[in-house]
Structure formats: C-alpha cells, structure tokens
C-alpha cells in the first residue's frame, strides 16, 4: 500500500516539471503574438462610420466599425461590445469618429485594431498598450450599481 502512495507520488512529481515547461511555452507563444501591436507604430484615423457590427460573424470576433476615411474605408476591430455599451459609447452610421490604433498582421491578412476611440469630448481605450484587448467585467452583484450615498 504505501509502495503504491510513492509510485503515486513520484509519477506526480515528475509530470510536475512538464507541466510547468507546457505552461512556460503557452506564454511565450502567447507574448510572441502580442509582439505584433507595438504602440510606436501607432496611427490615427479619423472618418465617418458607414457600418457598426457589434458581432462580428468574421474573425476576429466582437465589435468593427467600417470608417471612411480621406483613404478609403477601414474596418476597425473594437473588441468587446459590451465594454463600449457598459461605458454608454454607443456607435452610430454617420458619426466622426477618432480612432489610435495599428494595423497588425491576423490571419492572411492584415486587420486595423482601435486602442483608443473618440466621438466628440468622449473617448474610451478599448486596448492596453499592449495591444491586449480590454474586457468588460460585469458587477457582482446589484449593490454595486446602486448609488453609494444616502441612509440604508
């Protein structure tokens, strides 16, 4: 029995090792990929929207706005939907927007990602510095919604 619990152990301890070198790999892989957005190489657009997608069937999924700009039209990946509408930035055809972002390598192609969009005095980051996508976080629970001031 207790030959059995060492085998046991031993086997754990030495998968132990493994994982940790799988787990390594996965974020160098995952710092590799980010490499690609460098906020040196950033450009601003600036046009009027032609289309909003909140879901985008497409990759890479989420929100895309088409702007037309003095060049041409340009999709731009937003990301999350839900981080522009928890932060009340509701996009509209026919809008002036002010978009900072680059122009990355996806897939066979290339795709205009926004870091930061602006609509008149309203501006919302939609990406780290990084170039990560900035996610939105539901509140926990009710009480956080309801206003902090006031008697119980």
Known sequence: MVTRYLTVIVLVAGMIPGAAAGQQQTIASADAGLASYDATREVTLTGTVQAFTSVSETAPLGAHVVLQTSSGPVDVHLGDARLLAA?????????????????VAYGSGTQFVARIVQ???QVLAVRSVRGIPLSYMAPRNGAQTKSQGGTL
């Open 119 to 121: 609509k008149g005095t």
């Open 87 to 103: 932060n009340h930035f509701a996009i509209q055809s026919g809008e002036t927007l002010r978009i900072i972002g680059e122009k």
